[in-house]
């Protein structure tokens, strides 16, 4: 499967560590991140992804900045993405299995690599329920 991964410059070492990881999974990680620590503007690299996602590109994505929250909206705003930041097991699962989130956002100053990794491995591996969960996920589509 391949997976988006953009970054800002606080989320720079975080993406290297997750890429290795992912690609050991099995996944196809496709970079949309900057390429150092210097200083850049989040949302650049949040709608990348979105984009990549929304297009079909790339099955899901994640998107690390300081504390995941900005460069979770800026992949959100790309119609047909449902973006979440998130800094624990159980929302990383089930925001997946009951919201079919698309993008996950992951602070680099709030959770460790290995955190990170748990987080990146459940999204990953998580499939969408369906049922009663795809008419409210609908609704969500809805809202302009």
Known sequence: MRVAIG???????LKLGLIESMKEWGFEPVDFGCDSTQSVDYPVYGEKVGRAVASGD???GIVICGTGA???????????????????EYTAEYTRRHNNTTVLGIGARVVTL???QRLVKIFLTTPFEGGRHARRVAMLDDIH
């Open 70 to 88: 900005g460069i979770s909206l800026a992949a959100d705003r790309v119609p047909g993405v449902r973006a979440i930041c998130c800094s624990d």
């Open 7 to 13: 970054n800002d410059h606080l989320g720079y070492n």
């Open 58 to 60: 790339c099955k899901l």
């Open 114 to 116: 290995e955190r990170a």
